[in-house]
Structure formats: C-alpha cells, structure tokens
C-alpha cells in the first residue's frame, strides 16, 4: 500500500489546516480499512513523534498525543481510502513534516510500529 500526506502549508497561530493521507494499492492483500492508520510530525531538530492514531474499520478509536489532544481530529473514509488530520487552534510549536503510515504492529505510540511511510507534507504555523 502507497500512502500520500497533502494539505500543508503556511498558516498564522490560531489558524486551520486540514491535512489528508490517501491510500493506494495493497499489501498482502488487505485493503486500506483493514489497517489502523497513523499520524506522526518531524519538527527540526527535533525527533519525529506520535499525533494521532484511529482505528481500523470504523475507526471507533481514536488516540491523540498531550500536546494536540481537543485541538486535533483524526478520522478515516474508507470509501475514499483516506485518513484526515483536523487541526485547529494551530500553534508555533505545531509546525513540522507531518507524516501518515499504517500500523503493523501492535502499539500505535511506537513509530517502529509502522509502514507504509508516506512522503510527509509541511505544515508552517506563523507567530
């Protein structure tokens, strides 16, 4: 499975961005829906960290890190064969490459956790 993070970009503190990671093809047979879904963000310099998780099927769970928890959404349309990021109330300390894979193992905090890396989109977040 391919994934594609897009919807960054520059926005002032306070502001919103919707970010979106589109799935495509399959691996070992399983579609997209079967596959929890997560989101991590590389600031610079800094170690590239947990945001977001949602679960597979319906993706009825849903676990965010401290930092963005009431300010971030995560959600999935399987028919679209995407997860979306929802961020509001965006602040200075959010900017980073925000990236998309999916959760093969078994903890969704554990970036080793994770395949399917897609390229990353920039979100700049101005003071």
């Known amino acids: 499975v391919q994934l594609q993070a897009s919807g960054g970009g520059l926005v002032q503190a306070g502001g919103s961005l919707r970010l979106s990671c589109a799935a495509s093809?399959?691996?070992?047979?399983?579609?997209?829906?079967?596959?929890?879904v997560g989101w991590f963000r590389k600031a610079p310099g800094k170690e590239r960290e947990f945001v977001a998780h949602?679960?597979?099927?319906?993706?009825?769970?849903?676990n965010y890190a401290d930092s963005v928890k009431g300010r971030f959404t995560i959600s999935r349309d399987n028919a679209k064969n995407a997860v979306y990021l929802q961020m509001n109330s965006l602040k200075p300390e959010d900017t980073a490459v925000y990236y998309c894979?999916?959760?093969?193992?078994?903890?969704?905090?554990?970036?080793?956790?994770?395949?399917?890396w897609g390229q990353g989109t920039l979100v700049t977040v101005s003071s």
């Open positions: 949602i679960s597979r099927w319906s993706g009825r769970d849903t």
């Open positions: 093809g399959r691996a070992s047979g399983r579609t997209f829906s079967s596959y929890a």
């Open positions: 894979a999916v959760l093969i193992g078994t903890s969704y905090l554990r970036e080793s956790d994770y395949d399917f």
